[in-house]
């Protein structure tokens, strides 16, 4: 069984920084997996877990747990009431505007609208060579993405809705572009990764900020594509 990186650990909570494709927990939707990040962590630590929030399979970063009940219902009050700060980087297909908000609200299950906001920046952008569909060459950007309310799959729906899909997203994403990275860069994961949490500790009262560095093949694809490290350092991204 795999061993999770540890980013953040006190006597009442403790962060990993969760790979792309790892379930938080046991679905329905996913009956035949065997692993989840909610076992694995219980069985490195030698202690029970609970899930403060959820991270998409696909999704990687930072994936914060408590340890006790009583810091469960904490932790889970301050995401719901909206009091943590999230960062994600993804990589976008186009040149995203430097700033931008998507308020648009989205659809629960059950067809209820949600109100939803996300606030966005582009970090850097390229152009690749590449011919897509039509065009004769490809356009991609680096985007900090913050969102500011937890709507089921915000981010990829908002990016989706300004026609910025994020890449390897394959219910929200564009086809064409997710088979070209498979063709031309052998490269299959979502890219989307949550770079930072911010909140006020429901026990110490104390302000935390837990950092994710960036997965392995979430780097190697940027760095062949040609981004450079200088543009994304202000913000603590590391490609090297």
């Known amino acids: 069984m795999q061993t999770l990186e540890i980013i953040y650990q006190d006597n009442w909570l403790v962060a990993i920084n969760k790979p792309h494709g790892l379930l938080v927990h046991r679905t329905k939707i ?33 994936l914060i747990f408590s340890k006790d009940e009583s810091t469960d219902v904490a932790m889970k009050r301050l995401f719901e009431h909206q009091k943590v700060e999230k960062k994600y980087i993804a990589l976008v297909r186009g040149y995203l505007p430097d700033y931008g908000v998507v308020d ?60 910025h899909y994020i890449i390897q997203d394959k219910t929200h994403g564009e086809c064409k572009q997710n088979k070209m990275f498979e063709q031309h860069f052998n490269h299959y994961t979502m890219m989307l990764h949550a770079l930072e949490t911010h909140f006020i500790h429901p026990v110490l009262s104390q302000e935390i900020t837990i950092k994710a560095p960036l997965q392995l093949s979430f780097k190697n694809l940027l760095l062949k594509m040609g981004f450079q490290q200088s543009p994304l350092e202000t913000y603590g991204i590391n490609l090297i």
């Open 30 to 62: 996913a009956e035949e997996k065997e692993d989840f990040a909610l076992q694995i962590l219980r069985d490195q630590i030698g202690a029970k877990v609970y899930p403060s929030h959820r991270l998409d399979r696909k999704t990687a970063g930072v």
């Open 104 to 163: 648009k609200p989205l659809a629960k299950e059950n067809g209820q609208l949600q109100d939803a906001l996300t606030h966005y920046q582009c970090l850097d952008k390229i152009e690749l060579p590449i011919a897509v569909s039509r065009y004769p060459t490809s356009r991609y950007s680096i985007a900090l993405v913050e969102p500011k309310t937890g709507r089921m799959h915000q981010i990829r729906r908002h990016m989706a809705h300004i026609r």
